[in-house]
């Protein structure tokens, strides 16, 4: 059984995950805060109303592992070419609520003589690449390799786009009620 101060750090790790944090938010010393946050942290009762809590929230906004990957698809995709109209201005009036997840910041700006000027900022596409990347294992874990890779090897050399197809065919194989393995075979090729 939790005591009060512990049900209160869970409550603010749940908040913000930051250990420090929620060990002072519980009223924990703060200059002994991030060692009891350690040693709370690695509590099997703690840990599990953490755990309890998380899958709460998730199931509260509805947030699945799904929608976690498009919406990490939706950035590490995006191409800016997506956001311009055939005269190289951004058209926002044609964008989906699918490409406006890839956008940071939109910006508008009215200059003198009624000019707008429209800027965006789309979000980490590598980070949301990383990812996605790690969520499907695709960068295991290497002994450290002195050696150059072979000139075989299918992903040496791949240009950004191929290997963000790659990437992406292997998501939406994964989503797929078969795991992907009927469209195993029709795996991108190098173009």
Same mark, same amino acid.
Request: glycine share 6%.
């Given at each position: 059984?939790?005591?009060?101060?512990?049900?209160?750090?869970?409550?603010? $790790?749940?908040?913000?995950?930051?250990?420090?944090? &929620?060990?002072?938010?519980? #009223? $924990?010393?703060?200059?002994?805060?991030?060692?009891? !946050?350690?040693?709370?942290?690695?509590?099997?009762?703690?840990? &599990?109303?953490?755990?309890?809590?998380?899958?709460?929230?998730?199931?509260?906004?509805?947030?699945?592992?799904?929608?976690?990957?498009?919406?990490?698809?939706?950035?590490?995709?995006?191409?800016?070419?997506?956001?311009?109209?055939?005269? #190289?201005?951004?058209?926002?009036?044609?964008?989906?609520?699918?490409?406006?997840?890839?956008?940071?910041?939109?910006?508008?700006?009215?200059?003198?003589?009624?000019?707008?000027?429209?800027?965006?900022?789309?979000?980490?596409?590598?980070?949301?690449?990383?990812?996605?990347?790690?969520?499907?294992?695709?960068?295991?874990?290497?002994? @450290?390799?002195?050696?150059?890779?072979?000139?075989?090897?299918?992903?040496?050399?791949?240009?950004?786009?191929?290997? &963000?197809?790659?990437?992406?065919?292997?998501?939406?194989?994964?989503?797929?009620?078969?795991?992907?393995?009927?469209?195993?075979? !029709?795996? @991108?090729?190098?173009?």
């Amino acid at each position: 059984m939790l005591t009060e101060q512990q049900k209160l750090f869970v409550a603010s $790790y749940l908040q913000k995950p930051v250990g420090t944090d &929620a060990a002072i938010a519980a #009223g $924990y010393s703060e200059r002994t805060a991030a060692s009891i !946050a350690n040693r709370l942290l690695k509590d099997p009762e703690i840990a &599990a109303a953490i755990e309890a809590g998380q899958t709460k929230l998730a199931r509260k906004f509805e947030i699945t592992t799904d929608n976690v990957l498009q919406e990490l698809a939706a950035i590490g995709f995006a191409n800016i070419a997506d956001f311009l109209d055939g005269t #190289g201005r951004i058209n926002i009036k044609a964008l989906d609520r699918a490409k406006m997840a890839a956008v940071s910041e939109l910006i508008v700006d009215i200059l003198p003589g009624d000019v707008v000027r429209t800027r965006i900022k789309l979000h980490d596409k590598r980070g949301a690449l990383v990812d996605l990347g790690k969520h499907l294992g695709l960068f295991k874990p290497q002994a @450290p390799d002195l050696d150059p890779p072979a000139a075989d090897d299918e992903f040496t050399n791949l240009p950004a786009r191929v290997l &963000a197809r790659r990437i992406l065919f292997l998501l939406q194989s994964q989503m797929r009620p078969d795991g992907g393995k009927a469209a195993s075979a !029709a795996a @991108p090729t190098q173009h």
